[in-house]
């Protein structure tokens, strides 16, 4: 990989804690009316022993020399690393609380170990909100620069009040939630999963934009104005469907007809050009990366590999690449992600 006039930070690279793949593996060979997701998603990596499942298995624990030679290899000059889909979210509440402490104290030591290549997020049980919200509060102290929540826990989403005190940690200490993706729930999941669709190729977004518009539509951001999320694969589509988004969302709320959907200050689209940043993990495609750059703002769009799950060299070379000038490219690759994380 040549040298380029940017550095290239990648910005939603995944790993895993032994104990947590241990964990997981417990649950899928003892656990009784397991999440169908989960055996989907985590029987694959943890369990199959093809080719692609055993080298992201043992690249997601590895925080040291193989990642780097890895991130060398591409021209990533940093990571921002988080904990893998599922993450604890998972797990029952006290075992989720008690995976997330040690998952973020490793990750730490990697950043303490590497501190110019890796920076991490704080990973959460949202299972107990009060003690995500302690948790956040703690990564900051750790050095971490946000947040991950790979998506809903149990079937259950963040605008639920329940979940707020995570939501307002989140704002008050300037930490950005990255909504990460995961296989939707049992209640979601079966028309997905029967036709193989549930994971990374579509369920994983349809599951995540939902989850994002749904704190959009019950006015999440107008009780938390300056909460920051940032989504991948470019937003989860939500991009592509802006026009109809406001259109819809203005005339449901004019028709009375869901309790669900009530006034709120702004359209859609105005939260997700204010409230949202949105990266290209697993979109090395210019059409739709400049599409996102035109209708969210050129400071919203940056870069992200997906390490290891897309670890495709030749995808950087392709973002390399894109029309656009030098300024905007180091925007893409380096500056937005330094202003938006704060490093
Ligand atoms: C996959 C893709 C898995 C992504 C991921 O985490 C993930 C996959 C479990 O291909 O199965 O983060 N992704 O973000 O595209
Ligand atoms: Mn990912």
Redesign the pocket.
Known sequence: MTDADYLRIAT?E?FATPELMTLWRDMLDTGTDLDPGFVS??G??ARHGGERART?AERLQDLGERRLADMDAAGIARQVISL???GVQVLAPGQAVAMATVANDRLAEACRRYPDRFTGLTAVAPQDPSAAAREIERGVSLGFKGVII?SHTHGEYLDDQKFWPILEAAEALDSPIYL???TPPRTMIQPLLEAGLD???YG?AVETGMHLLRLITAGVFDRFPRLRVVL??LGEALPFWLYRLDFMHAATVRSGRYDAVRPIVGKPSDYLRRNVWVTT??MAWHPAIMFCRDVLGHDRVLYAM?YP??YVIDEVSIQDDLPIDDAAKKAFFQTNAEQLFGL
């Open positions: 939603e995944a998603l985590v694959f990596y992201v893998t889909a599922p790979n990460h993706p995961t994971g990374a190729i994983f991948g694969h993990s697993g997906d799950y897309q």
